[in-house]
């Protein structure tokens, strides 16, 4: 017989999985008073640790997918207490800028699709410019000649990830969140409240679990729609102040975004890959992202090659999350996030603390009930 612990008294939430979205909550759940643990065998460096960092609904916006949309945008403007709430606790700088995105064209096809879009944002109610190639320039100086014009969504904003992680993990650990460094093997049926069994063998008890695993997430909860799809990136090192806010382009027709750091740090991204858990950074994807990155920003071959990695982002059928009630009772699901997990993590959490104690969900959320794909 497995050896159990946590039983209720011992914890009143246990989530599995230590990214943002599993910490975010976590966070939330302790600030509540809540007693919380999280399991992850390396909590930040899934997804989170390799993502771009744009909480950019705006520039990311599509034509079928409002409620992703107004989703978003509900998140975004969480963002600034969010951020402010987590740097007084921890001191830690999360490098958020507010600059906007600037999406750029190269021939009147890119165009024509530029102010189709932007027409489109409009009857959205969403803030763009559209911009000639001279005006481009005269924002983002190191840009191509070639650029002909672009869009600037000057509400999107962005982050370091990596920061946003750090602190969390110390704004869980002040508030006593108990992290175990473990993989989660599945949940755990019967017995007075849900469990979930660790690799090593023991379980792990709970009054609830919140299944925020990400690409992860099916392995916990079978019948859950995520599956992994695959993200190479780049971070490039050059001198601050190279580019001064998100640059993105269609270039080959494959999309393409740099997204500068305070320290002069570039990440540039991303794939979108359909090939399961193949963590393989490959020659034709770093060649490609860089061939790409030149044509929008030709400075960029000039800097250094800092890293390469590659990510799994969670990704649904209808590319909206998965948050509320999912699976045995006591269980609720934080997943399915997609591209966008920096983005939704304050509306993410928010919704699941509600949930754990009964409070209001925001009404955004409930078009991210679990319960849509079920038969």
């Known amino acids: 017989m497995p050896r159990e612990t946590g039983a209720p008294a011992g914890h009143d939430v246990i989530v599995v999985g230590g990214g943002v979205a599993g910490l975010s909550a976590a966070w939330r759940a302790a600030k509540l008073g809540l007693s ?29 997918e409002e409620p992703l949309l107004q989703l978003g945008l509900a998140s975004l403007a969480r963002w600034p207490a969010f951020r402010d709430e987590l740097q007084e606790e921890t001191g830690i700088d999360l490098d958020y800028r507010t600059d906007g995105t600037l999406q750029v064209g190269y021939h009147s096809d890119d165009m024509a699709y530029l102010d189709r879009l932007a027409e489109f944002e409009r009857t959205l109610g969403l803030r763009v410019e559209r911009l000639t190639g001279r005006e481009c320039r005269a924002e983002e100086p190191m840009l191509s000649p070639s650029v002909r014009g672009g869009l600037l969504a000057r509400d999107d904003a962005w982050v370091n990830p990596r920061k946003v992680v750090t602190a969390l993990l110390a704004a869980v650990d002040r508030h006593g969140v108990r992290v175990i460094p473990e993989r989660a093997a599945g949940l755990v049926a019967g017995g007075d409240s ?31 729609p995520v599956r992994p799809v695959k993200g190479q990136i780049l971070r490039l090192r050059g001198p601050a102040g190279f580019l001064s806010r998100c640059v993105r382009g269609l270039v080959h027709g494959s999309p393409v975004y740099l997204v500068p750091r305070g320290d002069g740090e570039i990440t540039l991204g991303a794939t979108m890959e359909e090939l399961g858990f193949d963590g393989r950074v490959t020659a034709g994807a770093v060649y490609e992202l860089l061939r790409d990155a030149h044509e929008l920003v030709p400075g960029v071959t000039e800097l250094e090659l800092a890293e390469t990695a590659t990510g799994f982002r969670p990704g649904t059928p209808d590319n909206l999350p998965l948050i509320g009630p999912a699976g045995p009772p006591g269980v609720l699901a934080a997943t399915g996030h997609g591209r966008g997990g920096i983005l939704l993590a304050p509306i993410s959490a928010e919704a699941i603390a509600a949930f754990l104690t009964d409070g209001p969900v925001p009404d955004v959320v409930k078009s991210c009930d679990p319960g849509r794909f079920r038969s």
């Open 194 to 224: 849900p469990g979930v069994r660790l690799g090593s063998g023991e379980v792990v008890r709970g009054a609830w679990v919140v299944v925020a695993a990400g690409a992860w997430s099916s392995e916990i909860l079978p019948g859950l």
């Open 36 to 64: 919380v643990a999280v399991i992850d065998p390396h909590p930040g460096r899934g997804a989170t640790h390799v993502s771009g960092g744009m909480l950019a609904p705006v520039s990311e916006v599509t034509y079928t």
